[in-house]
């Protein structure tokens, strides 16, 4: 094996290069490489791969447990992304993914958040579609003491009614309704993971932080996420077909840049599922 890792920015973000599809599906020590890159990297781009389907699936099972749910796709184990109603019937709740937000933050039951996402791409925007990744352990990592200190016992609630908010500003009662019928969720805005690291739990599902005056919670979650985004702290991925990238949504918080409703744009998601809750 001859697996090479290059930092794509100073924050997060590596590129992958002497992997094949080959060691992907059949070499364990591709894994274990894999594995470590995220943990230490947050995002790793393996461009030109041209995964099928099929070996996207298989080599996720090999990280962990994956979503198996229905994708608007004939393959288990992969969501299609697109914002083309006849491919995808849900493509209006993908508009909320244009906010920086990590995945799985107000599940349905008590879930955990996915441990890590893989997209693919099969077809591309003509202008934007790029998506964005800052390292919420960094964000952390990046406070002063006394930061720190002020944060360690902040609780936040994320609804999913936040995250629509942003991209539906004045919802129908209906739309509210579907929004409110999922349930909210605590949880404390610093992570500490099993592995003893520590990141900020931050992004568009953000609702407001308990116990604190309104407009007081909103700026210091505005001002937190805009630290951790600040532009020289971003990775952003211009995608050409082929492209897979891997992200640790552990530690990590994603968008998508803006592209046309009626754009081509097609990724295809396998989902790591989560191996820790929030805490
Ligand atoms: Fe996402």
Redesign the pocket.
Known sequence: MTITIDKLSHDVGAEITGVDREQLLSDDAVADAVLAALEECGVLVFRGLHLDPETQVAFCRRLGEIDTEPGHHPVEGIYRVSLDTSKNSSASYLRA?FDW?I?GCTPQDDAYPQMA?MLTAKAVAAAGGETEFASTYKAYDNLSDAERTRLATLRVVHSLEASQRLVTPDPTPEQLAVWRSRPSKEHPLVWTHKSGRRSLVLGASTDHVVGMDPGESRALLDELLRRCTAPERVYRHEWSVGDTVLWDNRGVI?RAALYEPDSPREMLRTTVLGDEPIR
């Open positions: 993914t937000h995945d996402t994603h």
